[in-house]
């Protein structure tokens, strides 16, 4: 992580790309992963496009938090797999901006997450 | 956890109490626990409110997988607050089911989760 | 309504009572309230659940505008039902404030609806 | 409309297109289609998508109903602007399927949506 992040390197995520207003983090899933039904835990898959969230949002150098998400989970997950999410900047306003991450294992999407910021400094 | 739930147990979350339709857990958070910019991170938040999601959902025999979620945030959270989620059925339906979720600390609401799942073996 | 507002007044929404950080709306659904499999449509459950938003976020004298807003619908409604929907008022913050609404007929909750706003003059 | 769409019809609504998976829909909003500060009402906004994704869904000869939407409002629009909606299929299982919709006016998003659908038939 290019700034400290002890929540994500605490549960594996790991970066790979940031610019402005997009980024690309990944976590390889293991047995501590996962749920009562033995799949990925989706507080994981979440947690996962939360940090792309993160950083796409705080790319500009204007601190912004989190103020409300909503996601769609497509598939289970199951531990051992690779798991992407990509964030793009939907809308870009002073004090509000808006983020879509795709999450994706093997090429296909296994959930969505679209989430807003508010941008404190501004 | 009367469950094992690695992930829940990984990122410190435990369980208070699970009736049919309704759970209640929490969290004792830790400086792990924090993002970027140095408050709890809404990953872990939000795994917070799914554990709940999950053992509410789950505790009618039936399995359960979370199909969308939405989550809105209202307040920071600091390392060091213990923080307790509970979870309410609003709807149970025979394939889908509908819970919504109060997170807190302090006696006061810090970020509010509504949460759908499919139910497997109706 | 107590505040002229073409499009509620257009497809039938009736104001039953607002005060500060609640209101309360109804609508006598009918013929021309349906979709293309011949329910009520989404579009105006989501409508009834917005108008009661928008008067209660409205309500304290600031102008607040809807920012996101998710929405699960539970059962379908036929033409003929009246359906309510009341607000409570889930946070009040100086610029972002939170809105949950349930939406009823015959006693039973056919939707529920969590929605933010931005503060304009705040 | 191809189908009969009652309520799509009493709002203004029109079908540009719909193929399977996708459908583009149109309104050329007017003064009826205000809420109580003048702007078009997100519940047309709304309801705008959602007839994006009521065609969308219902394209592959299987009936499909709503179960959970996100929107996101990104910019206020004003009577006499002329908004479309695009719904993409995100994801299409057997018992469920998600869409995520586009609306825009003059080149330029104002709100987004997504919404998730129960197969009925399948």
């Known amino acids: 992580m290019?700034?400290?992040?002890p929540f994500a390197e605490?549960?594996?995520?790991?970066?790979?790309?940031?610019?402005?207003?997009?980024?690309?983090?990944?976590?390889?899933?293991?047995?501590y992963h996962t749920n009562i039904l033995g799949y990925v835990h989706g507080g994981l898959i979440y947690s996962l496009a939360d940090v792309a969230f993160e950083l796409a949002s705080n790319s500009h150098?204007?601190?912004?938090?989190?103020?409300?998400?909503?996601m769609?989970?497509?598939?289970?997950?199951?531990a051992g797999d690779t798991v992407m999410a990509s964030a793009t900047e939907t809308h870009l306003g002073k004090t509000l901006a808006t983020y879509h991450i795709l999450v994706e294992t093997?090429?296909?999407?296994?959930?969505?997450f679209?989430?807003?910021?508010?941008?404190?400094?501004s």
């Open 114 to 121: 679209t989430g807003t910021v508010y941008r404190m400094s």
């Open 2 to 5: 290019t700034r400290e992040n």
């Open 72 to 78: 769609q989970f497509h598939r289970a997950v199951k």
């Open 10 to 31: 605490h549960i594996g995520i790991e970066e790979v790309e940031v610019s402005p207003g997009t980024a690309e983090v990944k976590v390889q899933t293991k047995d």
């Open 61 to 70: 150098g204007v601190d912004a938090v989190g103020v409300t998400t909503s």
């Open 106 to 112: 093997n090429q296909q999407v296994v959930a969505s």
